[in-house]
């Protein structure tokens, strides 16, 4: 039977906040850090994730990122490729100190951009001594201009982005548009996108819906495809044709410098946060990954 408790540990803009879930046994278990997609909360999928691998004899930790959730920080909301590194470093150190954990046997989970983010603390970070990535989303300069549309549509949100932090630095004032929208153009994701949408997923109360424009420059000039070959960790990669960008997946696995599987599998992007079979998979080939590298 796991345990599940509210924790709370120090970032370096405030206090943040996750929960950390124990299985059962009195010996100290390895533990993983776990978290999910841009802007999201824990309890979008990160906990899910986080409770499957309790289940399966690890102790793990899903946080909210700084300024996101039940964490302090300010600005709210605005999605930060470095602040999230720095937060996923601090959550490994919280893990390290926990009596219930080996400190000595620590992974990290990343699931869909949160996979961009753990790559970069394990890159740095000898603690790391797996790493697991789930629907990843991995991009460059390159996938960006593929995904979002040209180079001009990038330089056109780059812009947007620089105008309204220079706007927010002016005022103090984010000017915040949806996640996910079906009516409005500036939404970060102007699709019909049921994960995010519907209140029996993703859409839940806890995860507000807004992304802070002035986010636009430090998302899309972010390359985490160059971090590969800095990743000596062995790392586990489980994604599927139909899910976010595979190309970058590919690219990335062909980079890194460890020990390195890749599980091509069925399913949208959305079906790795929730469905049946995807969440089982994943977490049965990641529980499996970690049993043979965390020894």
């Known amino acids: 039977m796991t345990h599940r408790e509210k924790v709370t540990f120090s970032g ?3 206090t943040l906040t996750g929960n950390l879930f124990l299985p059962g046994g009195a010996a100290p278990a390895p533990g ?17 994730y986080a409770e499957r691998l309790a289940e399966r004899g690890y102790a793990t930790l899903s946080f909210d990122f700084t300024g996101f959730g039940e964490s302090e920080g300010q600005p709210r909301d605005v999605e930060s490729p470095a602040r999230k590194v720095r937060d996923i470093h601090d959550a490994l150190t919280f893990l390290e100190g926990h009596p219930a954990v080996d400190g000595g046997r620590l992974g990290a989970l990343g699931i869909c ?16 001594k797996s790493l697991a990535l789930v629907a990843p989303w991995l991009h460059d300069a390159a996938i960006c201009e593929s995904a979002y549309g040209g180079a001009e549509a990038v330089a056109q949100k780059i812009k947007a982005g620089e105008e309204a932090r220079a706007a927010f630095e002016a005022t103090g004032e984010v000017d915040y ?3 996910v929208s079906t009516t409005d153009p500036r939404a970060a994701m102007p699709y019909d996108i049921d994960f995010y949408l519907n209140p029996e997923r993703g859409g839940i109360p806890a995860w507000p819906n807004r992304f802070a424009v002035m986010a636009w420059r430090d998302w899309l000039t972010y390359d985490s495809i160059v971090l590969a070959p800095r990743i000596t960790q062995p790392t586990l990669i489980v994604h599927s044709e139909d899910a976010a960008i595979p190309e970058g997946a590919r690219r990335f696995h062909g980079g890194l410098a460890g020990a390195k599987s890749i599980l091509w599998t069925q399913g949208t992007q959305f079906d790795f946060y929730d469905q049946e079979p995807q969440v089982t998979l994943a977490a049965d080939t990641t529980a499996s990954h970690f049993a043979a590298t965390l020894r």
């Open 177 to 179: 548009v949806p996640v």
């Open 32 to 48: 993983v850090v776990v978290a999910g997609t841009w802007t999201s909360v824990k309890e979008l999928m990160a906990d899910r």
């Open 12 to 14: 370096q803009e405030g």
């Open 113 to 128: 951009a949160a996979a961009m983010y753990m790559s970069a603390n394990a890159a740095d970070d000898p603690r790391v």
